[in-house]
């Protein structure tokens, strides 16, 4: 599920989600090794141009090594190389998250009448912390809901935080909880923020942005959430 705090951080702006971005285009580690497919794929032409591939449209097995990294890191499968939709889904989404730059109040949708408050764009999958108009922190890239899952959108307070909580429906670590939406919470997760299809309706974090969440939000403070994650 999703996952709380202590206020006192800088405010951080657009390298938050510049340095993942930045991360995501790094080879994965070395794993078993699987098939690599030579077949072309329906999004051969822009996948090659996010991984700063000669764009030719058409698949070489140094294209597929490259893409085959790509969906190894972010946990996309079959990682078999293959140019398809859900692997230019991610891309699409991170190119979108980029362009927000350090304005991602830019749609005027989260309040800026309620003091301090987390905002949650799912269609983007961004979160930041504002004050009033002021921006706090973020924007991060996040992991929501999955379809079936969805994180439930609207006006909501951190009702509860608990540092090392351990979910009793999943048996997992939730580190950093802070519950704002029944067992809806931000926490962090040793996943990547653009694994799909996504969490079990928290809002994920990594671990660097769940302790500033932490340090920066307390019981109490409204968190917002709105829009619909793609394919949800």
């Not at 822009?46 to 449209?57: A, T």
């Not at 190389?81 to 991170?94: F, I, N, P, Q, R």
């Not at 980029?98 to 983007?124: F, H, M, Q, S, Y």
């Not at 939730?174 to 928290?202: E, I, K, R, T």
Request: aromatic share 8%.
């Amino acid at each position: 599920m999703g996952d709380i705090r202590r206020r006192g951080v800088v405010a951080l702006g657009v390298t938050g989600l510049v340095a993942p971005l930045a991360l995501a285009l790094t080879a994965a580690p070395a794993q078993a090794a699987s098939s690599c497919t030579s077949q072309t794929g329906p999004y051969q032409k822009q996948v090659e141009k996010f991984l700063g591939r000669p764009v030719d449209g058409k698949q070489s097995a140094a294209d597929c090594r490259a893409i085959q990294a790509f969906q190894n890191r972010h946990g996309i499968t079959p990682a078999i190389g293959y140019a398809g939709s859900v692997t230019w889904g991610v891309m699409d989404l991170m190119n979108k998250q980029k362009a927000v730059g350090n304005n991602p109040e830019k749609d005027g949708a989260c309040p800026v009448n309620k003091g301090r408050i987390a905002c949650v764009n799912l269609t983007l999958q961004l979160s930041w912390i504002q004050d009033g108009k002021k921006l706090v922190y973020g924007p991060v890239p996040v992991r929501t809901g999955r379809k079936g899952y969805v994180t439930r959108t609207g006006l909501k307070k951190i009702y509860w935080r608990d540092l090392h909580h351990v979910s009793t429906v999943y048996n997992v670590p939730m580190p950093y909880s802070q519950f704002f939406d029944g067992g809806q919470a931000f926490h962090s997760v040793n996943l990547s923020m653009w694994n799909p299809p996504g969490s079990h309706g928290c809002v994920n974090m990594t671990t660097k942005d769940a302790k500033a969440y932490w340090s920066l939000l307390r019981t109490g403070d409204d968190v917002f959430v709105y829009g619909r994650k793609p394919g949800t």
